[in-house]
């Protein structure tokens, strides 16, 4: 891979413009350099350069480039988001270099979620590989494009536990499970930031939304959230704390509030366990506009009294907005912020750009000048077969019915469907710098594995939507949505025929990329009216009828699972997405991606996941009783359930066995069960355990996620698959909030997903 090819040393400052000598030079990266370094900094500082390192600003129509390097200038910029070009960047860490008292550089920083300028699958598509080396790969290439364009931090990885999927950024998670978001999260820090957030070919991370934004109520954007301190606990923190475990050096603090306190005002939140519970040394950045937002929240009362509450609960940057600087002074003068506090602040800023390296040399992530790009886009610039073999391994086959995949190449296929031919839609939400011309649509992918073994007919069919508001509300800011201005009826008719001419159809549907996204919650989570009617003409013409679902989100798919021969969920798989595709429905890819969000089967289900507790009265399917907890008018249980995914050949699971009945708390215990390939091709799949608090002082959920492997086997093939457990994996936060393992009965499940599993036991003594 590109990126682990040697590169050289970082640019001489010789080469860079004149700067302070004594500011820049060969600092040692530890912690006890940095604090001496900063300390002395700090004392050099004006209280106006110090309030200026705490702003964060957005380059765009409110804020122009030219402003910018005004405000950069008189030392009222600490960092700058959403610029990505090295010349760009170079020109505003001149005017740093040139113009400004202290010289201290400017960090930058971009929404690097999925893939910089190669776009990978979306973050619930990487969480359904169910495979770390993955996420590594993802994270290393990331990191690698974003810093060679200058870039400095990223805002990702996002670890918020989403459980509603009418939520649209449960697209930018790794799905409902704490323990995989942990693992997932944890992993993203560590190949981003590398040994070092100053390495050239690294970037420093900030882990967000903090604290619960996937639970806000109803899956409404921006909305409530509360819960019990248990709950908090045990399902949404441990994914931040293992982000920063692994060592980022950002933590972006969530939009909502909290058990009625929002975030960003939250001082038991970002110092009493962000601080001195958990000891984080680095930088908490507000959400875009959160500080203005707390006085429609209601806990301020104008916008000086916002800039003294955020800074007080201990919010170090503020982005996008000015209120710091123009409120801070005179709060200062006033006594309301004490200088103490702005200097904790200012400390968190000026730590996180020497951790990075901009004190040994602010042009560390741009190299010499004439190294910039020619062409900022250029093909050379893209890790695609990286890219595809990600994309292959997020890709999850819920149905497939008398084998009706992997396609033949050969005879007439029509492919159809407003999503078939998009290249937009395919990189999904949060793209970065992705460019959609470079991105591969199903339609390419399917014409270019075939060649000319194939007749392959497109027509759309349908447009995303019929909803002229929703078409107007996805299409706010660009013309995200293309609308074909065809009657519906003569959209069908063309994809009928088209149909009737073929051997098989397989028709791309679901969710356009900005359905998936910020803001965007939705009532209800089917595929749209306008692609159902599309799904029945197809199905009617009796032709075998291949779904490829594009979706951020579960979806409700109860009549789509009952009308499709086949059904393939592709999420949005990124620049090489058509390319992975066509390479499963082909068979040259045997499938083995997992569901990371349960799917349900209606919106009034929600939420539905794996890991709940039990009731005193728990509904059994075997044996139905009226009064349990269930619903009386639909199946209970979800559609497709968390871990679930087939293959292309199948696989046997043997009986638990446990290395020992018993567990004493210094030790630990081996599950193990032997897999099968029973099928006639060679294949992977992931072997989960879950682990089950059989009886505790409070109620346990009936199973947590606690190990799992992906094994390829070839027929015939068996293979052992053992999970160690040890108390850590038996710990939890109990009534009285201790963290802590009970003696007891645990059960231990191993399977294929969260409900085909087989049984074993041991007992912690």
Known sequence: MKWLCSVGVAVSLALQPAMADEMFGNHPLTPEARDAFVTALLKKMTVDEKIGQLRLISVGPDNPKEAIREMIKDGQVGAIFNTVTRKDIRAMQDQVMQLSRLKIPLFFAYDVVHGQRTVFPISLGLASSFNLDAVRTVGRISAYEAADDGLNMTWAPMVDVSRDPRWGRASEGFGEDTWLTSMMGKTMVEAMQGKSPAERYSVMTSVKHYAAYGAVEGGKEYNTVDMSPQRLFNDYMPPYKAGLDAGSGGVMVALNSLNGTPATSDTWLLKDVLRKEWGFKGITISDHGAIKELIKHGVASDPSDAVRVALKAGIDMSMSDEYYSKYLPELIKSGKVTMAEVDDATRHVLNVKYDMGLFNDPYSHLGPKDTDPQDTNAESRLHRSDAREVARESLVLLKNRLNTLPLKKSGTIAVVGPLADSKRDV???????GVADQSVPVLDGIKTAVGDNANVIYAKGANITNDKDIVNFLNLYEEAVKVDTRSPQAMIDEAVAAAKQSDVVVAVVGEAQGMAHEASSRTEISIPQSQKDLIAALKATGKPLVLVLMNGRPLTLVQEDQQADAMLETWFAGTEGGNAIADVLFGDYNPSGKLPMSFPRSVGQIPTYYSHLNTGRPYNADKPNKYTSRYFDEANGPLYPFGYGLSYTTF?????????????ADG?????????????????????????????????????????????????????????IDVNALKFWNQQMKYAAEPGKFNVFIGVDSARVKQGEFELQ
């Open 427 to 433: 990189m999904g939400s949060w793209s970065a710098a």
């Open 652 to 664: 046997n699971v043997s009986d638990v066995k446990m290395s020992s009945a018993t567990m004493k």
């Open 668 to 724: 630990s215990v081996t599950a193990s069960v032997d897999v099968t390939n029973t099928g006639k091709r060679e294949g992977a799949t992931v072997i989960q355990m879950y682990v089950q608090d059989v009886t505790a002082s409070m109620s346990r959920p009936v199973k947590q996620l606690r190990g799992f492997e992906k094994v390829t086997l070839k027929p015939g093939e068996t293979q052992t698959v053992s999970f160690p």
